[in-house]
């Protein structure tokens, strides 16, 4: 969603493991180092432990995609297995037939004749088990009788454990010595340093295509400590991070965006402080200086009573609501968040009748010369088109809500959740989205609905005529030659003005700029004039 306005390539914080975007740190060279050790020496164990995240899994594939050429792996990713099914599984990695053995004895005699043919053959053949603090005693002891497999100089197999913290408990275990006593390499892999977790998140951005600072340095800072410099924390928090920013359209990342992140993905309620609220909104320091937050909070928004004048000497304002934080409405909220009902209030709003029984919502609507258009996208783009929509909020348990916006208004919004509507703030608003959003509009062109250079019909003659009604309605100045009607063909025809007109529309609504006329265009034009006096967000969506 968010790569095309950072100008990158792909995502740069994926948690999957690629070892194009790994980072050779220290810790990490120091612990493929020994990995690659265990490939080349013969006999005992290798034992890599690390915490979760740190980058284990992510040293494995790096590893195996630098095999010596000598060299037979047998990768076993899923350690929950009984002695027997641990047989099996490293017999079917190696390539051994052994649809006819049914016994651990013959299981082993198989990997013993296959050793033996590889070893002659100067191959050697390594066992890595992923995960390995999860074997259990009986499958380690079983692990442990695979080293006695050898000639009279050479053990014939080398096995590497790779597993979290845990596994060293688990082998200083005193009926497992003889396991640990063979262990003849131990690493331990820890996080990153504060330097390192700076140079982490540089080296991914780069691999994902783009050399601009986008993270400050105050931004990487506040990345470690929330971290501690683990890797897939630091990964998390980065997307988190870059997906808030590309919501609120900023280029650069400070550490304000990096604790919204972090609080976001740590799976706990984060309790709100009265500063942050002042941070966005003016009016709410004037009614905490009158009221108490539980006076106000989930409140749903009510029409507005008179104020009442108190008979003294100077005018007493009302006090206005509290503007809301989304993460207090998702877990107090008693409406319904389901899809369903978000309909029904959007369809409410263009005074339309939503029955769930009657087919698709998107079906329903165009029994009544509405359409549905769902996109992603910023919040910019979003408030350009002007109308009210479905959004999908994840609230910190990652449980979705759908509700509808139906107001926006400098820093505040309004949002409704089955038939009650709550005043929040925007800043709250853009944390919890996704980036999804769901609208009804009006079509006003009746052909090909997507309008571009060269095109001649009646449908761009209503988008001529559009574009010079918005500016006239905005009283606006235009240096183009296209400032008053055309008469005739010309006005029909898709030509370098218009396009010219299209781009300067787009670019001034934070659309994408490519001067076609799109379902986007459309419904911004269509939402400024407003013609069918359908709802709207703001009577001033660029203000």
């Known amino acids: 969603m968010y790569t095309r306005f950072f100008g990158l390539n792909e995502k740069p914080f994926a948690i999957t493991p690629d070892p194009r975007y790994l980072y050779m740190s220290e810790k990490h060279a120091e612990a493929l180092a020994h990995l690659m050790y265990g490939l080349n020496e013969a006999g005992g164990f290798i034992q890599l432990t690390g915490e979760v995240g740190t980058g284990k899994t992510t040293v494995i594939r790096t590893l195996l995609e630098q095999l010596p050429q000598h060299a037979d792996v047998a990768l076993i990713l899923n350690p929950n297995l009984n002695p027997q099914e641990f047989l099996q599984a490293i017999v079917h990695e190696l390539g051994i037939k052994a649809e006819s053995l049914t016994g651990s004895k013959q299981l082993i005699d198989a990997l013993n004749a296959h050793l033996l043919d590889k070893h002659a053959k100067g191959r050697r053949v390594v066992v890595i088990v992923d995960e390995a603090q999860n074997l259990s005693p009986e499958t380690l002891e079983q692990v442990r009788m695979l080293t006695n497999l050898e000639t009279a100089t050479t053990k014939l197999l080398q096995i590497i454990l790779i597993g979290q913290p845990e596994l060293r408990d688990v082998l200083a275990r005193s009926d497992l010595r003889q396991l640990a006593q063979r262990i003849t390499g131990r690493y331990h892999l820890a996080p990153l340093s504060r330097d390192d977790t700076a140079a982490y998140v540089w080296h991914?951005?780069?691999?994902?295509?783009?050399?601009?600072?986008?993270?400050?340095?105050?931004?990487?800072r506040e990345v470690h400590r929330l971290s501690g410099g683990v890797p897939r924390l630091i990964n998390i928090i980065c997307d988190r991070a870059l997906l808030g920013a590309y919501t609120l359209e900023e280029h650069e990342i400070g550490p304000r965006l990096i604790r919204e992140a972090a609080s976001e993905v740590a799976g706990h309620w984060r309790t709100k402080s009265w500063w942050r609220w002042l941070k966005w909104s003016p009016v709410v320091a004037i009614a905490i200086a009158a009221v108490s937050f539980t006076a106000y909070a989930l409140r749903p928004v009510k029409p507005a009573a008179p104020a009442v004048v108190v008979n003294t000497p100077e005018k007493v304002e009302p006090i206005k609501p509290v503007t809301l934080d989304v993460g207090d409405v998702l877990q107090h909220a008693t409406g319904s968040v389901d899809t369903d009902a978000a309909f029904a209030a959007l369809f409410d709003l263009w005074h339309v009748k939503f029955n769930p029984a009657a087919g698709t919502a998107c079906e329903q609507v165009t029994l009544v010369g509405l359409e549905c258009v769902y996109q992603k996208g910023a919040w910019a783009q979003l408030v350009?088109?002007?109308?009210?929509a479905i959004l999908q909020l994840n609230d910190d348990h990652g449980v979705a809500h759908q509700v509808v916006l139906s107001r926006v208004l400098d820093?505040?919004?309004?949002?409704?959740?089955?038939?009650?509507?709550?005043?929040?703030?925007?800043?709250?608003?853009?944390?919890?989205?996704?980036?999804?959003?769901l609208v009804i509009w009006k079509p006003q062109v009746t052909g090909q609905r997507t309008l571009n250079m060269g095109m001649r019909s009646n449908d761009v003659a209503w988008l001529r005529s559009t574009l010079l009604a918005t500016k006239n309605d905005q009283s606006a100045s235009s240096s183009s030659a296209e400032t008053k009607p055309e008469s005739g063909r010309a006005r029909n025809l898709f030509d370098e003005n218009l396009l010219q007109q299209v781009i300067e529309f787009q670019r001034s609504h934070h659309l994408e700029a490519d001067g076609v006329a799109g379902v986007q265009t459309q419904v911004a034009l269509d939402a400024m004039l407003n013609v069918n006096h359908g709802p709207v967000l703001s009577s001033s969506p660029n203000s």
């Open 411 to 437: 820093h505040d919004a309004t949002i409704t959740i089955g038939n009650d509507r709550y005043d929040v703030s925007i800043a709250s608003l853009a944390r919890y989205w996704n980036g999804d959003y």
């Open 204 to 220: 991914r951005m780069r691999v994902a295509g783009t050399n601009i600072e986008i993270f400050t340095d105050a931004a990487l």
């Open 384 to 388: 350009a088109l002007n109308r009210p």
